[in-house]
């Protein structure tokens, strides 16, 4: 309640009062061009800040050497990257040269001579010309505004420092001033000024629910910026590191007034000898409010405890204490407290400030791992120095790390220092799988045991130390691993199944506190890991959902059909998995026949005793280093049948709900054996929703190979409305579940509509519709009596859309059938003609597939009666197909196909080679008559009906790999690609080049800084086009660190857009992600970067 309880008081008339608009005009004139707008990205997580944009302001305070003073949080205590933009448009950069450890304050460093057409004075510095009732104007760029000025009066001069955020940085063991002056985000580091153009004091926060505003005192700014001033020389390039010192005890005070520290048990003597020793506006004395563990006060002070003396002098507040702190460090300092009424005397060790900050982190696998810093230590009550994940990254977010956790053992090995991490990963091999505890403040009494599997494939650049630089104002990178070590040798090594005792865990979300820093700053939670696919930045960026969101969210969808009878049909949510599942250690003769006894014998059907051997469990991970193809979701599960297994292969057959792109970590678990082992994917059909992943036998062990086997698929006859099916699957604790169901509608089209980010949908599609079912996130397959498999129970994702603005996830469940599953299986293990892939160490064919790249949609043809289709076609297709009574009409073609400008919107497909056509496997057999090689003419000769007009056309078709995605590059943070076929179904590619086509772009990173989103081509660099990935790549090499690229773009909608954009090579180097065929291990390569050294 305090914080909403203001001091009204009756200020004197002093000449502060009197100033007169006049005044107010000439000290404003003065200090606006000196007011500098800072736009900063911070490039890294790293302690209480993630990576993000943001704009605040600053100004400057020495004008000869080029400072300017604005906030801590602003500054940031990580990597971050900064432009200051003067008043007349001038736009030069800065770079940190401190950050106070505990204070709301800091400083950037610029070159004055790189300023050359403004006027400007540094603005001086008066804290203790502070007085309530003060007039004042605060100068800055409120709610992202160029320049704006907002008055006020100061009305407190000590009030408590505001508190964030539980997780997040907070000021403490200082006093705070506050003015109901209405200050919003950006105004964070604006000078607050008198009528005389003095800084009085810093901006720093608001309080939201009101127009209060909250002001740090400037005393501690003036003694950190003399020693600055003080440090000699200096060049435009380096600044001399400084060092400030600063003394702490590892405790906070609060000041509480004698009323309460009366009932604190404060003798009235104490009380006396206090008040006849400070002045008569002194209200109260410091009590201590918390201790940090392991620090110097730790055992020695305790909440509640008074405090009276310091080395003898009476000290009452913040400023004396933090004065005789920094000039004690590392000495012995005496306290005389009175704890409960009883005087105690105690002498500590003043501690470093700065040598429980930390300057240097570990990044892995886009994991930021550094020292637990004071800051977060006196937050989360852990001692400081304990290893600290300020970003999971890709690495930990698998196992289930969440931000903010402390890693306590790894591999068995007790960690308490970074350099432990360190150690422990240099004798990792990639793919290795060991076990990690940690523990996180949210849950802080509960140790938590994961699995944690590293990289297989180099999603992400080798592990590398960071160090911050304080002469440059940069962090340099190194690698933390010596060339030697496993993890930096190519290859991918056996997994290891020798572990047990792997817990799950889940993480709440912690309310916000009313009060933020005054920042415009888009910031995820995700940090440098954290991608996104909005052409806008949002209030929370992460795209993958937070580790806490283990609730499955279902919505009932009723059922609808198009006027064209299409349906659409009960969706849900994709659910978060609740815990990771065990493993077993290796299989032995009497491990298996234990299993075996213990398994459940009693099914409830012969089907199901029959598929459950064949049945296995996905659980799929996508790097958000690479989430490409427009994938939504970094973490999948779902069930998949295996349809082939041999004792050098095995295929596993899955949705692309599931699997949805080759760039992924995939994990099989057999319902025939506890054992879990990793999978890769092999094909992706371009238009069924089913992809097909493979395995190595060999892995499972003598034991689990005995019983685990293939299914046996009956793509013929097909199913038809009325037969009876099972339908069999597992359920997240690999439990076979089945039931008897009957076939509504075995044909029934698919029609999936366009999600705001183009992905993969199924069209063209013909698929099983049952009268019961388990819900729409029930997987599996559909059998006869007799266990065969006749189709797929596969999941579709569909985006329902509730506004212009709004949408949301959903997922629905159909049967796919076999046939075309059956057929492609065939191929690969005849060895069918096609491009080679490496699998379990052979080298095989992989099928290709030729399409008609159109998108078809179904009419009944009573409608197109309608429209004109004549009685001799409508008989002709009735005699065809007697039970569908359809026509196929164009709904799109794709861009760059050969379809495209031969086939109209609205076109009828009435016949391909004089053969009627009714259903969409008509002309997917009439493709596959024409061969699979990209060589022959692979014409087909249509007749359609368009506007009442009979046309015959020769249309071709366009031959397609199941390989996906297969090359990203990685330039300033934007992840590019080519346009992939999700992209080319909207039937629009821009003239000017096609190749380059923004899929996702970085938190932290120059394409977030200037605005280079997704959902876009660059068609041009500096003028120069780019139709493909390879010019590109040419292009940009020619460009240096630090220069301006003028970069021209189109978006989906069509419209183009010419931008600026800074090339930060120091912290995001261009890199190329490429599929190997040759090792089927997808590498990376760095391509431009400003340290050769950098991998």
């Known amino acids: 309640m305090k914080d909403d309880l203001c001091i009204d008081i009756d200020p004197s008339l002093t000449e502060n009062n009197l100033a007169t608009a006049e005044d107010w005009r000439k000290a404003l004139s003065k200090v606006v061009p000196a007011v500098v707008v800072l736009r900063t990205t911070g490039c890294r997580a790293f302690d209480t800040e993630s990576a993000g944009v943001s704009s605040a302001t600053g100004f400057v305070v020495d004008k000869r050497r080029g400072i300017i003073l604005t906030n801590r949080h602003v500054v940031k205590p990580g990597p971050v990257m900064a432009e200051a933009m003067f008043v007349n448009r001038e736009e030069i950069p800065v770079y940190p040269i401190y950050r106070d450890p505990v204070h709301d ?207 003898g002098e009476v000290v009452t507040q913040f400023l004396k204490m933090e004065t005789l702190l920094d000039d004690s460090v590392e000495q012995k300092i005496e306290l005389q407290i009175e704890r409960g009424g009883t005087p105690m005397t105690v002498d500590l060790l003043v501690q470093d400030l700065h040598t429980i900050t930390p300057d240097y982190f570990l990044e892995v696998s886009g994991a930021v791992i550094h020292p637990l810093s004071y800051q977060q230590a006196r937050n989360f009550r852990f001692n400081c120095g304990l290893v600290y994940v300020a970003e999971p990254g890709y690495m930990l977010f698998r196992a289930g790390v969440p931000r903010h956790s402390i890693i306590i053992k790894f591999a068995g090995e007790g960690i308490s220092r970074l350099e432990d991490i360190i150690s422990v990963l240099s004798k990792l091999s990639r793919g290795a799988r060991v076990p990690l505890e940690y523990i996180n403040y949210k849950a802080r009494h509960q140790r938590k045991s994961v699995l944690v599997t590293i990289d297989r494939h180099e999603w992400y650049a080798p592990p590398q130390i960071y160090k911050r ?30 572990l047990s005792n792997h817990a799950g865990s889940c993480t709440g979300e912690v309310s916000p506190k009313d009060y933020r820093p005054e920042e415009v700053s888009q910031e995820p939670t995700d940090g440098v890991t954290s991608v996104e696919i909005s052409g806008e930045l949002a209030a929370e960026g992460p795209n993958a959902q937070d580790d806490s969101d283990n609730e499955t969210k279902k919505r009932r969808v009723e059922e609808h059909s198009s006027e064209d009878g299409n349906v659409i049909a009960d ?85 692309k709900n599931t699997v949805a792109v080759p760039v992924s970590d995939v994990m099989l678990s057999f319902a025939a054996f506890p054992i879990e082992i990793p999978a890769e994917v092999v094909f992706l059909h371009p238009f069924h929703n089913f992809a097909l992943v493979a395995y190595d036998p060999s892995a499972l062990g003598a034991a689990a190979a005995s019983v685990v086997r293939a299914a046996e698929l009956l793509p013929e006859p097909a199913l038809r409305r009325g037969d009876s099916v099972f339908l069999v699957g597992l359920s997240r604790s690999l439990q076979a579940t089945s039931r008897k169901s009957i076939v509504t509608n075995p044909s029934a089209a698919v029609n999936i509509g366009s999600s705001d980010v183009p992905r993969y949908r199924a069209t063209n599609m013909e698929v099983i519709e049952l009268d019961t079912d388990f819900g729409s996130t029930f997987s599996g397959v559909l059998t006869d009596e007799r266990g065969r498999v006749q189709a797929l129970w596969g999941s579709f994702s569909t985006q329902l859309k509730f506004s212009s603005s709004s949408s949301e996830e959903h997922q629905f469940v159909r049967g796919i059938p076999i046939y075309k599953i059956s057929q492609l299986v065939d191929r690969i293990t005849s060895g069918t003609e096609g491009p080679p892939r490496l699998i379990n160490g052979s080298r095989r064919p992989m099928p290709c597939i030729r399409m008609l790249e159109v998108e078809l949609y179904p009419t009944l043809l009573s409608k197109a009666r309608s429209f004109g289709l004549s009685d001799s076609w409508i008989q002709a297709l009735v005699k065809k197909d007697p039970l569908r009574r359809q026509v196929l009409r164009v709904k799109g073609c794709f861009a760059s196909s050969k379809a495209e400008n031969l086939l109209e ?62 090359r ?26 096609h190749g380059v086509y923004v899929a996702r772009w970085c938190h932290g990173s120059p394409a977030h800084r200037h605005g280079l989103f997704a959902l876009q081509w660059i068609v041009e660099v500096n003028g120069k086009p780019t139709p493909n990935l390879d010019v590109f790549v040419d292009v940009t090499k020619a460009i240096e660190h630090g220069a301006f690229v003028r970069i021209r773009t189109v978006h989906l909608n069509g419209k183009p857009r010419v931008l600026t954009l800074k090339q930060d090579l120091h912290y995001w180097p261009t890199w190329e992600l490429r599929f190997d065929p040759e090792t089927a291990v997808w590498r990376r390569k760095v391509i431009k970067s400003l340290d050769s050294g950098v991998l």
């Open 105 to 311: 304050f800091g400083f950037f460093r610029y070159d004055p001579g790189a300023i050359q057409f403004l006027n400007y004075e540094e603005i001086p510095l008066a804290p203790d010309a502070a007085s309530v009732g003060v007039e004042i104007r605060v100068v800055g760029n409120d709610s992202g505004e160029k320049v704006s000025i907002l008055a006020g009066t100061l009305a407190r001069l000590d009030r408590d420092a505001p508190q964030y955020k539980k997780d997040g940085y907070n000021d403490f063991n200082t006093f705070y001033m506050q003015a109901a002056s209405g200050t919003k985000g950006g105004s964070s580091g604006s000078p607050v000024i008198d009528w005389q153009g003095r800084a009085l004091a810093l901006n720093a926060g608001s309080k939201l629910s009101s127009a209060s505003a909250f002001f740090l005192p400037l005393e501690r700014v003036v003694r950190s910026l003399k020693f600055l001033q003080e440090a000699g020389n200096f060049s435009t390039n380096t600044w001399a590191a400084v060092t400030i010192p600063r003394g702490t005890l590892q405790a906070t005070f609060l000041h509480k007034g004698y009323d309460e520290t009366r009932r604190l048990g404060l003798q009235r003597e104490t009380e006396q000898l206090v008040r006849n020793s400070t002045p008569s506006t002194e209200t109260g004395m410091l009590v201590v409010d918390s201790v940090v563990p392991g620090g110097p006060a730790h055992n020695h002070l305790e909440p509640g405890d008074v405090l009276v003396r310091m080395n």
């Open 469 to 498: 630089d304080d002469s440059s104002g940069l962090w340099t990178a190194k690698l933390a691993l010596q060339q030697e070590s496993p993890l930096l040798v190519s290859g991918i090594y056996p997994v290891e199944q020798d």
């Open 571 to 655: 969706c849900s949510l994709n659910e978060r998995a609740e815990e990771r599942l065990k493993e077993s250690g290796s299989p032995e003769d009497s491990v298996l026949r234990d299993y075996q006894v213990a398994a459940p014998v009693e099914a409830t059907s012969v089907a199901e005793r029959v598929v459950e051997p064949t049945l296995v469990m996905f659980e799929v991970h996508v790097p958000s280093s690479c989430m490409l193809d427009g994938v939504h979701s970094q973490h999948f599960f779902g069930t998949g049948v295996i349809v082939y297994h041999s004792q050098t292969m095995g295929l596993v057959a899955v949705d």
């Open 905 to 966: 919107q609205g076109d009828m497909v009435l016949a391909i080679n004089k053969q009627p056509v009714t259903c969409f496997r008509d002309i997917e057999d009439a493709c596959e008559s024409l061969g699979y090689s990209s060589h022959d003419d692979g014409n087909l000769d249509l007749t359609i009906f368009r506007q009442g007009t009979e046309i015959e056309l020769v249309v071709g078709t366009d031959v397609r790999d199941g390989n996906g995605a297969k």
């Open 968 to 993: 990203a590059i990685n330039w300033c943070g934007g992840i590019l690609q080519e346009p992939y076929p999700a992209v080319r179904a909207l039937g629009f590619l821009p003239e000017e080049g």
